[in-house]
């Protein structure tokens, strides 16, 4: 999918999250000590995830809202909520939970990067696609 400049950044981003999504899956599959893993998995959370989660909704949240978006919004926040769910305290970090992680990641980014960013790239504007890019810097 041919990305706008704007919008490079978030998407090399997503590369990165399809890595992690596969090396939570396989991980869940082959027993990997969970604890581990789970290590690896909050780290990335912490400094490239919610930062990247915090980019989309500060940046495409309102104004795709505005382009009459809402349904891609409300799945936007509502995955990313429930990403954020897995590394909160107290929360069971096994191998069902590492694979569910996986799964909801993977599928995550392949409706940001096959619905919400073509949407962004068709309805907002380039000051507003501007807006997205200097977040990311």
């Not at 000590?33 to 949240?61: C, G, N, R, Y």
């Not at 309102?62 to 995955?79: I, K, M, N, S």
């Not at 309805?123 to 696609?129: T, V």
Request: net charge negative; aromatic share 8%.
């Amino acid at each position: 999918m041919k990305r706008v400049q704007a919008l490079k950044a978030l998407s090399n981003d997503h590369h990165q999250g399809l890595v992690l999504a596969k090396r939570a899956m396989q991980a869940a599959d082959e027993y990997k000590p969970a604890k581990m893993v789970w290590a690896e998995m909050t780290m990335h959370f912490s400094d490239v995830l919610e930062p990247h989660f915090q980019i989309e909704e500060a940046t495409l949240a309102e104004p795709l809202r505005a382009a009459g978006e809402t349904e891609l919004v409300e799945r936007l926040e509502r995955e990313h909520a429930q990403l954020r769910a897995f590394f909160q305290p107290g929360q069971a970090r096994g191998y069902e939970e590492l694979k569910a992680f996986g799964e909801l990641l993977k599928a995550h980014i392949r409706f940001e990067e096959r619905e919400l960013f073509e949407a962004a790239q068709e309805k907002l504007s380039e000051h507003q696609l501007q807006q997205v890019e200097a977040a990311c810097r």
